[in-house]
């Protein structure tokens, strides 16, 4: 089974800090998408990757925001400098099958960020 | 641009058969997913139709109708642990957009 380790769990930091969000596929994954979530908005994709390389990052609200993937077992997603309107629970999924549909999706448990 | 339409919330006893409708506008489709999420929890799958017509996982039933840009998600003999929050998703050039999320409350 696809597993997702993401951290911070919860981030609580104030206007103007820099905030980086870790996703970690436990299995690598070629694939990976970067999800925010907030009562206004509902479920938006910020950024997906594939084979490491970003395909769409049109969802990315401004240059604040910035998003890697190093590698198949690892992304970041920087927020700098954070803003109160960027609270949100902040996601991150894998196909459930590598390789497989990007339809079926395995998210994370999310990182609940908290900007002051 | 794509759209997703789904009742903000439904309500259901214990027993009972709930039916979520989605309807949706999008270019570029491939087929409908559909996504649970209790409170505090993160998005699970629960199906996907690619094609027209009815799929059935245990409790769970989903329906596509293409022509009609229409799908629905069935939840039987409905529990006290299916409140959560059901989101349809359109899979449209390898992403998912999500619809707005039908919160379901079920009572005793």
């Known amino acids: 089974d696809a597993g997702v380790i993401q951290s911070p769990r919860h981030e609580v930091t104030e206007m103007g800090q820099e905030v980086t969000l870790r996703c970690k596929p436990i299995?690598?994954?070629?694939?990976l998408f970067w999800y925010r979530q907030t009562m206004m908005r509902g479920l938006e994709l910020l950024i997906y990757?594939?084979?490491?390389?970003?395909?769409?990052d049109s969802g990315m609200p401004e240059d604040r925001f910035s998003a890697k993937m190093p590698n198949a077992s690892f992304s970041t997603l920087k927020i700098q400098p954070s803003e109160p309107r960027d609270s949100a629970v902040y996601f991150c999924?894998?196909?459930?099958?590598?390789?497989?549909?990007?339809?079926?999706?395995?998210f994370g448990p999310g990182t609940r960020l908290t900007v002051l | 641009g794509q759209s997703l339409e789904q009742p903000s919330e439904v309500t259901a006893v214990e027993g009972a058969i709930v039916q979520i409708n989605c309807t949706y506008q999008?270019?570029?489709?491939?087929?409908l997913s559909w996504y649970q999420q209790h409170d505090g929890g993160a998005p699970t799958f629960l199906s996907y139709?690619?094609?027209?017509g009815l799929e059935e996982t245990g409790r769970f039933s989903s329906f596509l109708s293409r022509s009609d840009s229409y799908g629905y998600l069935l939840l039987q003999e409905l529990q006290m642990k299916d409140s959560a929050s059901y989101f349809c998703?359109?899979?449209?050039?390898?992403?998912?957009?999500f619809g707005t999320g039908t919160r379901l409350l079920v009572s005793p």
């Open positions: 299995s690598g994954h070629n694939s």
């Open positions: 999008t270019s570029g489709f491939y087929g």
């Open positions: 998703a359109v899979a449209s050039f390898q992403k998912l957009v």
């Open positions: 139709n690619a094609l027209d």
């Open positions: 990757f594939n084979n490491n390389v970003p395909i769409d």
């Open positions: 999924a894998i196909p459930r099958q590598d390789g497989g549909s990007d339809n079926e999706q395995f």
